[in-house]
Structures are given as C-alpha cells and as structure tokens.
C-alpha cells in the first residue's frame, strides 16, 4: 500500500460480505454489522450483503469495486478459497488472503502438513476417515485427544477426549460436518490468539474461559472470559509473534487474520490453526488485541480495508 492519504471515496462501493450458509452464520452476521457500520461512520460507501449467491448478483450488475469480507467458514462462507477464486476472475479487490491461503488455512490438516514440512511446532495428529479405528489411532497418540472435523471453525464440532469410551461419541459429533476429520494430540496449557495486520503481527491474547474450555460459548456468548493481552512477557511474546509470522506467511496468508496457538507448561509453542477472516463482534480478539496498540475499530477495519488499494 502507498503512503498517500487515502479518502473514503477511493474505496468506491464497497460489498461487505457476510452471513452466508456455513455453520458459522450467525456470527458472520453480527461481524459484519460490526464491519459495516464501522466503514459507513468513516464515511465510506458500504453495502451490506448476505451470502456469495447475493454477491455475485451484484458483480453481474457492476455495482461494486471491492469486498470486505466477513463471511466465516467453509461450504457457503468465505474462508475456504472459493470466494476468492471467483472475485479474482471478476478482478474485485478484497480483504484477507488468496485463494491459496484461505483453501490451506480451512483445512487444518493440510495446514499442519506445511508446518511440519518446515519444521513449524504444531500438536501431534491422525487424518481419520469413516469407519476407521479411532480407539487404535488415539492410542497411537495417547490421551487426551482432541477430536474436530477437518475443516470447521468457531470450535464447531470439537470434542476433547479423555477416555477410550468417550471416542465414538466425539467421532459422530464430527463425522456430522463435511469433509475429513482430525484427532489431535491434546495440549495442556495457556492458550493464546495472536492476530497478523499486513506484516504487523498485533499483541497475544491469553485466553482465560470461566469454565474449562474456550468453546463456542465462551467464544460468542459469555461474559466471564478473561483476556489478558499481551498474553506474555517479552522476549517470550516476541518468540511467539515471530512464529506466528512465519506460520502465516508459510501457508500463503496475507492481509490480515489470526493463529491460535498453546504454550504447555514447559514454554513449548504449539501452532492450531488460522482464521483468515477472524470474528468481529464484541467478543472477538483481533479487535481487543489492536485497541492495545492504540488502533480503535473503526481503524482498524479502515486499515484492512485500505489492504485492497495495493
């Protein structure tokens, strides 16, 4: 992006993206409310608009010079690459990473593929398919496990595993979204989110739930989840601010996004997974992390936005 001063008549007419027909809907929805608002107070001239179907509509017609896309998950969302693809043909510019980036980062094992190909820290894995021997692929890993569909996000679908008997019921949870699933070795420790800004990666986020999990409903509904950013003191922080960075870009990411990450009780770093197009409702994190360095919404959604200029 150059250093002229940017107007917010040189977006022209912006679509934000979101809702859609993934699992992840009603959380697109309330981000993209966010968003929306947030570039119509800056003045821009934003529209909102629900699903791909709906986009498309409007590409036909020539009524829009980019996206902001807020649109979360696979198969009907807008993380896994397709929308990427098709606004690359219409030649639209957009918020968030590439086609590439955005297909790896939705599928967690391909994800996990290219961080060991380079030597990148992530939990110990088995690819499971239907009808596989799930008691046998957790004893190769040991308990606990944790048990989620390959390529779901917002904790839909996870189940966390301690014993051989709770197997089966985690495995139908799962199987019940498309695509393959994924059992993960279970790491015990602090978990953090660590959001990427253009090169910039932003301050950790140690997430502490009220409960034991950070599941969907802390995520999107309570109130009780603590957040400390940053989540470590240097030099440890930038430890894992330099990983992050490397994991990012090493699957092809750009823009902007966010790695969830475990630190066990030794200090080991752990790499998840990527968001390429993070919450941004109330409770979501890149928001709380940029307000640490000083970046208010509504600038920080100008900042992503203004990405697309080139």
Request: net charge negative.
């Amino acid at each position: 992006m150059s250093d002229k001063v940017i107007q917010a008549a040189d977006f022209g007419c912006v679509a934000v993206l979101m809702g859609g027909t993934s699992s992840e809907r009603e959380v697109s929805l309330v981000s993209g409310a966010a968003v929306l608002k947030a570039l119509q107070d800056r003045g821009v001239n934003a529209i909102g608009v629900d699903g791909i179907p709906t986009l498309l509509d409007g590409l036909i017609a020539r009524k829009f010079d980019r996206v902001f896309n807020i649109l979360h998950g696979n198969k009907g969302g807008g993380e896994n690459g397709v929308l990427q693809g098709l606004l690359e043909s219409f030649a639209i510019p957009y918020t968030g990473s590439g086609v590439l980036g955005s297909a790896l980062a939705m599928d967690k094992i391909r994800t996990k593929q290219v961080w060991l190909s380079l030597g990148l820290p992530t939990p110990r894995y088995v690819r499971l398919e239907r009808g596989d021997d799930v008691v046998a692929a957790a004893r190769t890993l040991g308990l606990p496990v944790i048990i989620k569909p390959s390529c779901e996000g917002s904790s839909v679908g996870i189940t966390r595993v301690f014993k051989e008997s709770d197997l089966d019921a985690a495995v139908q949870l799962a199987a019940g979204y498309p695509g393959e699933m994924l059992m993960e070795q279970l790491i015990e420790g602090s978990e953090f989110s660590v959001p990427v800004l253009g090169e910039q990666v932003l301050p950790s986020i140690r997430i502490v739930p009220a409960g034991e999990y950070y599941d969907y409903h802390a995520k999107y509904i309570a109130d009780n989840t603590t957040y400390i950013c940053p989540g470590l003191e240097a030099p440890e922080e930038q430890q894992m601010q330099t990983l992050v960075l490397k994991a990012f870009k090493a699957i092809g990411c750009s823009g902007w996004g966010r790695i969830d990450v475990m630190r066990d009780q030794f200090g080991k770093h752990y790499l998840l997974e990527v968001n390429t197009a993070p919450g941004m409702t109330s409770h979501s994190l890149v928001p709380k992390s940029a307000r640490q360095m000083g970046i208010e919404f509504e600038e920080l959604v100008w900042r992503i936005l203004a990405d697309t200029l080139g």
